[in-house]
């Protein structure tokens, strides 16, 4: 699976900004996916997660209720809806899958990488 994330950019606090995944290969629809992030100075932190058929979604307690994970299998995609951003949301946003179709928090157990999408909140 390949993995291309898209939709970052600078946004004030407040605002929203929609990610996405695109993916390539057949096996995507049967993956749990994931998206991560790295501020500055900070290791990678998980963000949300989500099963191969969307039955199940984990979120990190700093994003709930904010932010929304979602796919389409049928168009390969994966989505990070972001709400009422805040400046501590400044990262940069990696999507990830894995071969399983069980969601995972946990990073090591994604084995593929998208190249990430930078996402600044300004206050």
């Known amino acids: 699976v390949q993995l291309q994330a898209s939709g970052g950019g600078l946004v004030q606090a407040g605002d929203s900004l929609r990610l996405s995944c695109a993916a390539s290969?057949?096996?995507?629809?049967?993956?749990?996916m994931g998206w991560f992030r790295r501020a500055p100075g900070k290791e990678r932190e998980f963000v949300a997660a989500?099963?191969?058929?969307?039955?199940?979604?984990y979120y990190a307690d700093s994003v709930k209720g904010r932010f929304t994970i979602s796919r389409d299998n049928a168009r390969n995609t994966g989505t990070l809806q972001m709400n009422s951003l805040k400046p501590g949301d400044t990262a940069v946003y990696y999507c990830?899958?894995?071969?399983?179709?069980?969601?995972?928090?946990?990073?090591?157990?994604?084995?593929?990488w998208g190249q990430g999408t930078q996402v600044t909140v300004s206050s």
């Open positions: 290969g057949r096996t995507f629809s049967r993956s749990a």
């Open positions: 990830a899958a894995r071969r399983l179709g069980v969601a995972t928090t946990t990073r090591t157990e994604y084995e593929f």
């Open positions: 989500i099963s191969w058929a969307g039955g199940t979604t």
